[in-house]
């Protein structure tokens, strides 16, 4: 499974917060239910996101994409799918399937660098650039391993 | 996939995420992982209630729920009181027979931060645990009114700098000691109470699990580190939990039954409490030269609360 797969074709961070249509303060339903999902939602724990049918609610189809300034980007061929970063990832970025880290989703992602911090790998393989910075050019500047300090 | 016991963290990653991103928590919130790992490490049906505060309106925000399972928001108290109504109907619908799927599991957890349960809610609380509903609370515990702009509450420690409570010419910031909620949860009549950190992921997530199984109500203390009002860079959440349970500020232990205390983590090296206080700005004040009496303190108080909690351990009453 690629990453390509996962984002492919859901619903993920289609709408910018803020420019959704909002009703005034006195056209609010009281009581309003707010529904994740458009279908019967029984099974939820045993679907990955991609087989989720999303309703309009769900804050997953929101982006909060445009906080960011620094970046993470990760570097497949040093990985070791700990899965650190998908525990401590406190904006469910992390796309991980099959015990195997796939990628990030830059929809979700605040850009807090929690997950560089906790890469356990060296050099890391994960690592902070700025927003605009390519990532290919981020890859090809990946630093070398880093000797251990001779005490 | 089912995760009933989560034996490494390869395992734990095949969970299916029930906590959506785009909330709008502070970047590198911890709040925002404890929440993600109590939804990860079971696949029963939850009913969570959460009382104002950081969680409640950064996860709601009009028009969107950051939540795949049922959630109610209620004021500011009364998230205890909300989760034990819920149990109290599901017990009675039960009863009754009027459930549609009478056999699957439901679980109850009510999410408040430190005001809302060391301070406003303590009554409500204090009320839902007396009564003895089958629910589990859970205390975001970041030592602050964070939502509303950093005021002091009965969680903020000793020597912090708050809004109301700031360290200056006169004042070295909040002059009372921390509530000890542990120990007031447990004596309430708490069937299980701990205390839990985002950075040890295994164990919170044993707690969380423990915590959901004991019929009867449950208290989780969960630290929090804030970015904001600790003031300390987004990226390092972990490390500063990692100096808060390392320098053993936050003892992680759990209280089984009222009085069975087990510490569940012993850290190998016990690092000097200034390392953890000065790691945030919140403290910086404490380590002029008119402030060192507080941090002389601040050790005494940690080793002396390290020794007493070894020796409840060691007596089991």
Redesign the interface.
């Known amino acids: 499974m690629s990453i390509g797969n996962v984002l492919g074709n859901d619903k993920r961070?289609r709408i910018e917060?803020g420019a959704?249509k909002?009703v005034g303060w006195d056209e609010?339903t009281h009581g309003?239910v707010?529904h994740?999902?458009e279908d019967d939602?029984?099974d939820?724990?045993?679907?990955?996101?991609e087989d989720?049918n999303y309703a309009?609610?769900?804050?997953?189809v929101?982006?909060?994409a445009s906080?960011r300034v620094i970046k993470p980007v990760y570097n497949r061929d040093i990985c070791i799918?700990?899965?650190?970063c998908?525990?401590?990832?406190?904006?469910?970025?992390i796309i991980?399937r099959?015990?195997q880290m796939l990628g990030i989703?830059y929809?979700?992602?605040?850009?807090?660098?929690?997950c560089?911090?906790?890469c356990p790998t060296n050099p890391k393989s994960l690592l902070?650039f700025a927003e605009a910075h390519n990532p290919e050019d981020a890859l090809a500047s990946w630093p070398e391993k880093k000797k251990k300090e001779e005490k | 996939m089912a995760i009933t016991s989560i034996k490494n963290l390869k395992e734990f990653s095949t969970a299916n995420d029930r906590f959506e991103g785009a909330h709008l928590l502070c970047p590198g919130c911890a709040h925002s992982m404890i929440v993600r790992e109590l939804m990860n490490c079971t696949d029963d049906n939850l009913v969570i209630a959460t009382n104002t505060g950081c969680l409640e309106v950064s996860t709601a925000v009009y028009p969107y729920t950051s939540w795949d399972t049922s959630w109610i928001h209620i004021g500011f108290e009364n998230a205890a009181t909300a989760a034990s109504g819920a149990e109290a109907m599901y017990k009675a619908r039960k009863r009754k027979g009027t459930l549609k799927n009478p056999d699957a599991p439901v679980k109850f957890v009510a999410f408040g931060g430190d005001g809302s349960t060391y301070d406003i809610g303590f009554q409500w609380l204090s009320g839902a645990v007396e009564r003895g509903h089958d629910f589990t609370y859970i205390c975001l515990d970041n030592e602050v009114y964070a939502n509303t702009g950093g005021q002091r509450s009965s969680s903020t420690p000793i020597g912090a700098s708050s809004t109301t409570a700031p360290a200056g010419r006169v004042s070295y910031g909040k002059k009372e000691n921390k509530k000890d909620m542990m120990a007031i949860m447990a004596a309430n009549g708490a069937h299980y109470v701990a205390q839990v950190a985002p950075n040890k992921w295994k164990n919170m997530a044993q707690a969380f699990q423990k915590a959901l199984a004991t019929e009867g109500p449950c208290y989780i203390n969960a630290i929090s580190a804030c970015t904001t009002e600790w003031k300390f860079d987004a990226k390092d959440t972990i490390h500063i939990s990692d100096l808060a349970t390392d320098s053993l500020v936050f003892p992680l232990y759990e209280i089984v039954g009222g009085h069975e205390l087990n510490i569940t983590y012993r850290p190998k090296n016990i690092i000097p409490v200034c390392d953890y206080l000065g790691a945030q700005g919140r403290f910086r004040h404490l380590f002029k030269p008119e402030n060192e009496h507080v941090l002389v303190e601040w050790q005494k108080r940690v080793d002396a609360n390290w020794e007493r909690l070894q020796r409840r351990e060691e007596a089991r009453v």
């Open positions: 961070g917060l959704e909002k609010v309003v707010l994740s999902f939602a029984t939820v724990s045993s679907r990955k996101a989720r309009q609610f769900s804050s997953y929101a982006t909060v906080w799918d700990c899965q650190n998908w525990i401590y990832c406190p904006d469910t970025s991980s099959d015990k989703d929809d979700h992602c605040k850009g807090c660098g929690v560089v911090e906790v902070m």
